[in-house]
């Protein structure tokens, strides 16, 4: 950006050198004699606004220098942040997906003595309901026992 201002400023510069030329040029072939104080005058305010216009680009190279470089350190701690962000971010993915798969297996634990449970009180009610059954038929041969055995007792005396 500098060097194409600088350049516009060159140019501009030398287009009014060549047109003062010119107006030389056509004052000698005029015959008139040309205003020496004039050109001199007008190269003094040349070489002033030239001198204005260097310091003026100095001043903006100054600036765009000191913008770059503080866009630079900017840059710097975007980047900086952005890697941090990343790097938090693929660890709380990984904690993320080892919570998941504890969660996944006490789930699947938690399942397996669900089942267990239910097994174990199916078969607890089945032991019950055979043991009940087999309680019923004692009872069962007991009552018959009893009445049969006063029958005896009775045959007996």
Request: charged share 35%.
């Amino acid at each position: 950006m500098r060097d194409e201002i600088q350049s516009e400023h060159t140019l501009n510069l030398e287009l009014r050198i060549a047109l003062e030329e010119l107006k030389i040029e056509q004052a000698i072939e005029q015959g008139r004699t040309p205003d020496l104080d004039t050109l001199n005058g007008i190269r003094d305010r040349m070489g002033e606004h030239f001198v204005t216009t260097r310091q003026q680009l100095e001043r903006l190279t100054s600036e765009l220098r000191q913008q770059t470089d503080a866009l630079d350190s900017r840059l710097a701690v975007y980047r900086e942040q952005t890697s941090e962000t990343r790097n938090w971010l693929t660890e709380s993915l990984d904690r993320f997906s080892e919570q998941r798969k504890l969660l996944e297996l006490e789930r699947e634990q938690l399942e397996q003595l669900e089942e267990a449970k239910a097994s174990a009180q199916y078969s607890h009610m089945s032991e019950r309901r055979e043991a009940e059954r087999v309680i019923q038929r004692l009872l069962d041969q007991l009552e018959e026992q009893g009445q049969t055995q006063p029958e005896r007792s009775a045959e007996a005396a």
